[in-house]
């Protein structure tokens, strides 16, 4: 192996905790191997005083005007090489700063005032940078001029390279999270680098975790510069400091050509800094990024390039944070469900802010129950937020209400909120169902009380026999669905013990199970029908119906109070109208006789035409659907169907379902014209099926009580917004809203090397093919099996 393939995977393999690009080969499309940031270099302290109020760097995720900085280098006593501390705040791009906003401090003196910065961040400031300058004439004068000349590549630079620092401490999180759990219990490995992962929006490689848990913290930590996503609060917080967006980075991370991956901001953001780095050097200085990782004051630097003590001496830039008021994240709370505050090892799962895992920003974090407030910390392995200390519950009991609140930095900070349950020792209540309790089959039960959140475990004792475990689930506020394993059970007493968490004894529920006889009440059966319906009590013990030549077997049990509806399928020739006598067979052998009246048959329907209308036709649409087979929502389907089996009158309806929700009806009105007597013309609005009639659409016939089999109608389909295409040179673009409704695009309806938009996608803009002959092709998650045209043009 030579040395040019050598190194590269030399570096690759370092332990530095991510890789960064070196600068940038000669070649546009081409990237110089990257060089990990694992040299360590000098460090800073830094505290920030705002209304009288001092924190730490580390607790400080924005600056403002006003504030009075004090920042002082933290060099060995043994330091030879005398560095000069040179800061400098910008006002954007384009407004090189006054001489005044460049200061400089002699690290190397002894006193306070010769060594130290003491700033006061000045108006109209946006960015702020710092310089450790190698110690040479004129080297302050000359690092000035070079602002000054050059502003925006240094608030480029100070952009990129705090979006590098925040992600590269989520990522230092995520690796020091994972190196702790392989050195105490790597058996636990499996489910805690999940919720690492998602807490601290690092890419989870799956299969890891299917190796033996001996290799699964080296598999995890591999292609660690991969490893990072997308954080939008992180990502606005680096715009803030130029005032111009990370798009470029973000857009090159969804990318392959951006040369790490689909899940590489890190490295794309760091690609950047490399490219801006390499415009601003001189034969004097060469300029080294410098990732600042803070600890509380201290900034400890990281280089990942070895300084030069000769010309062109190495000046190491660190970024401060952005100048103005960055807003909270938007931290939002896991799901709804009451939680039990009784729970000393209670999470409070919240997602949206990665950096409250990472960083200090979050500070002084507390639950708000009531008057009292209980300090919190947020665990990334947790997923969310723990006590920091017990929780007081005197006083607490039943369901109330708790608020996450604290400082982001210097602001107050506003959390989501919690529903929490206390137990009360209150009696457990049954409902009307519990007298219905029958044995030779599971029973469903609810029972109320307070906390349902707080029960650890119920169990079920039938007589004086053994105790065994009952399934439940929490239902509503005060609900406890409860499943009976009474299937292999005796009649009798039935007494349930339901444990919860801050109650020493369990409470105690007894009720009486009875042995139900079968009582077949009615049989439904159609005329050319080869399915039927039964009802009646303790239909579960039916094993087969024979009703003329017709043999049926049951095919689904529901119960609705005291009635049991029993569904069945046949086999052999469908049934005439008329009298017959049915004969039903019991499990144990038993068999009772069923007067029945076989029905007229039952009324169907075929679709006969269909055709799509937008719903605003002086609309410009981009997106073409196949009209046969897909209903976009910016349109209404017109269809007609002929019925068969009777004539139509105007009280009978269609019902419209989609995979999921109630269907809808439409019943004789502007939406549902007869046409004549066997047929009838509809039309539906899609956003009448609510929000989630989205899919495959069926359609069927509702009359007197009774329906009509099931109809496939269409696959409706929800369209993004597209607001057009954009292409420089062989870079395209697509821009729009609510792109993460699309799954994939392609320049050829074939789908040849189709870009897929990453699952949950929030952004506005995707990078897509170059359109062949003006034309996109998309496929949609609601209908991934049809192809959209995009008029690209």
């Not at 609140?405 to 210097?410: A, D, K, L, S």
């Not at 349109?635 to 019902?655: H, K, P, Q, T």
Request: charge should be neutral; proline fraction near 8%; charged fraction near 20%.
């Amino acid at each position: 192996m030579t040395a040019a393939t050598l190194l590269p995977r030399l570096l690759r393999s370092c332990a530095g905790a991510a890789l960064i690009l070196a600068p940038l080969m000669s070649s546009p499309t081409q990237a110089a191997d990257p060089a990990p940031f694992d040299l360590p270099g000098p460090g800073l302290h830094i505290t920030v005083t705002r209304s009288g109020v001092t924190l730490p760097i580390g607790q400080v995720p924005d600056l403002e005007a006003g504030d009075k900085l004090v920042i002082r280098a933290d060099l060995p006593e043994d330091q030879r090489i005398r560095f000069l501390l040179v800061s400098a705040f910008l006002s954007g791009a384009t407004n090189p700063p006054p001489n005044k906003w460049i200061e400089s401090a002699e690290t190397w003196k002894r006193k306070d005032k010769d060594r130290l910065l003491s700033l006061t961040v000045p108006e109209g400031a946006k960015q702020m940078v710092l310089f450790l300058v190698p110690e040479t004439g004129g080297a302050a004068s000359t690092i000035g001029d070079a602002v000054k000349g050059k502003p925006g590549e240094f608030v480029r630079a100070t952009q990129s390279i705090n979006q590098a620092s925040l992600d590269r401490s989520r990522l230092n999180a995520f690796i020091a999270a994972i190196r702790a759990q392989e050195n105490s219990h790597p058996e636990f490995l499996k489910n805690l680098a999940p919720v690492l992962a998602r807490s601290l929006a690092i890419k989870l490689n799956a299969d890891c975790l299917a190796k033996v848990v001996e290799f699964q913290a080296a598999c995890l930590l591999e292609d660690r510069e991969t490893l990072v996503l997308a954080d939008v609060h992180s990502s606005s917080v680096a715009e803030t400091l130029a005032g111009a967006p990370t798009d470029l980075a973000l857009q090159l991370s969804y990318t392959r050509e951006g040369g790490f991956g689909y899940y590489s901001p890190y490295i794309a953001v760091v690609r950047d800094i490399a490219r801006v780095f390499g415009a601003f050097s001189s034969p004097q200085f060469n300029y080294l990024p410098a990732l600042s990782l803070r600890d509380g004051e201290r900034v400890s630097l990281v280089l990942n390039s070895a300084p030069s003590f000769a010309k062109p001496k190495s000046v190491l830039v660190a970024s401060m944070p952005a100048i103005g008021t960055d807003s909270p994240p938007r931290l939002r709370a896991v799901g709804d469900a009451p939680m039990c505050g009784a729970n000393s090892n209670l999470v409070l799962p919240v997602e949206g802010a990665p950096l409250i895992y990472s960083t200090d920003y979050a500070r002084n974090m507390v639950l708000r129950v009531g008057a009292t407030d209980v300090p919190v910390q947020a665990r990334a392995e947790r997923g969310g937020y723990v006590f920091a200390q017990p929780l007081n519950q005197s006083g607490l009991g039943g369901t109330v209400e708790g608020r996450l609140q604290g400082f982001w930095g210097y602001q107050p900070f506003a959390g989501p909120s919690f529903t929490l349950q206390f137990p009360t020792g209150e009696a457990w209540k049954t409902g009307a169902d519990a007298t219905s309790l029958v044995t030779g089959r599971d029973n469903k039960l609810i029972l109320t009380g307070s906390a349902p959140s707080c029960v650890s475990s119920v169990t079920m004792r039938v007589g004086d026999g053994t105790p065994q475990p009952v399934a439940y689930t929490t239902a509503g506020d005060k609900g406890l669905a409860l499943t009976l394993p009474l299937k292999d059970a005796r009649s009798g007493d039935v007494t349930l013990e339901i444990r919860q968490i801050g109650q020493a004894e369990p409470a105690a529920v007894t009720l009486r199970a009875y042995r139900q006889a079968s009582k077949v009440s009615e049989l439904t059966v159609h005329a050319g029908d080869r399915a039927a319906q039964l009802t009646g009590q303790r239909l579960d013990q039916v094993a087969a119906i024979q009703l003329g030549g017709l043999s049926l077997k049951p095919d689904g049990l529901t119960r609705d109070g005291d009635i049991d509806r029993l569904q069945l399928v046949g086999e052999g020739e469908p049934l005439k109208p008329g009298d017959l006598t049915a004969r039903v067979s019991l499990s144990d052998g038993r068999t009772l006789s069923l007067p029945v009246t076989v029905r007229a048959p039952r009324i169907g329907i075929t679709l006969l035409d269909k055709s799509v209308q937008a719903k605003d036709a002086a609309a410009r649409q981009r997106l073409t659907a196949p009209a046969d087979t897909l209903l976009p929502d910016s349109a209404r389907l017109i269809f007609s169907v002929r019925a068969s089996g009777g004539s139509l009158s105007r009280n009978d309806a269609l019902e419209i379902a989609g995979p999921s929700g109630q269907p809808l009806r439409l019943v004789a009105g502007p939406n549902l014209q007869l046409q004549g007597q066997d047929v009838l013309v509809a039309t539906l609005d899609p956003a009448a099926l609510g929000p989630s009639g989205f899919g495959a659409l069926r359609v069927r016939l509702v009359r007197d009580g009774e329906v009509s089999d099931w109809q496939p109608l269409t696959t409706l389909a929800r369209l993004p917004k597209v607001d057009g295409v954009e292409c420089k040179r062989e870079a395209c673009t697509l821009s729009g809203e609510s792109l993460f409704l699309i799954e994939s695009i392609a320049a050829t309806p074939a789908f040849e090397k189709p870009v897929s938009v990453p699952q949950g996608y929030t952004g506005g803009v995707v990078k897509v093919p170059v359109p062949q002959g003006g034309k996109l092709y998309l496929k949609l998650r609601d209908a991934p099996d049809q192809v959209v045209v995009l008029n690209a043009g």
